[in-house]
């Protein structure tokens, strides 16, 4: 802590300065009227005698009151500054927290209360931005589909290798921009606005298995499922979770070598396991690539990056997890447990 810029120190030095300088204040107007008393006693005894009761019940007391009072600056301080420790523990615990959060201004005091009004107008203005960045990219995903519906459908009257190489380019692009569209989607909707109903795990793992083993199959890889849990649920949005799984097992696939095998698992527990073959992510490592834009050094150079970033978002707003687990190099999506009494 900088002393320079610390309240509470500045505070406790003033005031320590003040009751100081006062109390040598005093001290020099007690001796200089004794002196002028006592100036005048016959004998030098009589004069000691007077200093030494100056001593007993001036001096003396006057030492006894700083302690005490040192102390009562030291809580009076603190009680002051609590409410500002407090409001700086409920913005730490605001972390993580959904968007349109703003401070509760009564709970600071008076003099603090502008500072909270203008953290709130900051907030505000960082909320609108990104509302803006996410319905913009929105507006984009949605613009550009419709083109690409239509060259797709150019594409299939034409003949030759070169079909094939702009058949993956547009599909790259209609991923990309499906990719888009949903991280959009989960990053415009608060918690609160993500519809709730109870998905079966093992089944949305097993659908997104079928839907992608053609796709591993012309790779020359292995896409395979397998139940340790039927009994695993989330409370959650259907679309979002299959997107969430569909990402993780297109990832697996990206890094997993040719005449490889991706096992997806559901269970134990709420939760679905993607394992493959690959060199596996570090939690470290996974912190950094659930961030837009940033690749695995072994993955795959198409697409965006944004599948990692997608799951994380996806788990984020259903109060799960994404985990990795290097030893076995699998990425797992963690659901939170089913509240008592939810069915």
């Known amino acids: 802590m ?8 500045r505070l406790l030095v003033g005031l320590a300065s003040v009751g100081l300088c006062s109390s040598l204040l005093l001290l020099a107007i007690v001796f200089v009227d004794y002196h002028l008393g006592y100036s005048d006693l016959a004998t030098r005894e009589a004069a000691g005698k007077a200093w030494h009761e100056v001593f007993e019940h001036v001096i003396l ?13 030291i809580v009076v301080v603190r009680r002051a500054l609590l409410p500002l420790e407090n409001a700086a523990r409920e913005i730490e615990e605001t972390r993580g927290r959904e968007r349109g959060f703003r401070l509760d201004i009564a709970k600071f005091p008076d003099e603090a209360q502008p500072f909270a009004a203008a953290l709130n107008d900051l907030l505000g203005r960082l909320d609108a931005s990104a509302a803006q960045q996410e319905a913009f990219a929105a507006d984009v995903a949605h613009e550009l589909r419709t083109p690409l519906a ?23 692009m209609q991923r990309l921009i499906d990719q888009l569209l949903l991280l959009a989607q989960i990053k415009a909707a608060a918690p609160s606005d993500i519809p709730r109903q109870s998905q079966e795990l093992a089944t949305l793992g097993r659908e997104c298995t079928a839907a992608l083993a053609p796709a591993a199959i012309s790779e020359g890889k292995y896409l395979a499922f397998e139940v340790v849990d039927e009994n695993g649920t989330a409370q959650g949005w259907r679309e979002a979770i299959q997107a969430a799984v569909r990402n993780l097992i297109d990832n697996a696939l990206r890094v997993t070598p040719p005449g490889g095998t991706v096992l997806v698992l559901a269970g134990p527990g709420p939760c679905l396991r993607v394992r493959d073959e690959g060199p596996g992510i570090s939690p470290d490592k996974l912190e950094r690539l659930v961030h837009r834009h940033v690749r695995a050094e072994n993955s795959s150079q198409s697409g965006a990056g944004l599948g990692l970033a997608i799951v994380d978002q996806i788990m984020r707003a259903h109060g799960g997890s994404l985990v990795s687990d290097p030893e076995v190099r699998e990425l797992r999506l963690q659901f939170p447990e089913p509240a008592a009494g939810t069915f």
């Open 2 to 9: 900088n002393a320079s810029r610390s309240i509470y120190r």
């Open 61 to 73: 007391p006057a030492l006894l009151f700083i302690v005490p009072t040192a102390l009562a600056i």
């Open 150 to 172: 239509l060259a797709r459908l150019e594409l299939s009257e034409i003949g030759g290798t070169a079909k094939k190489r702009l058949s993956g380019d547009l599909q790259a």
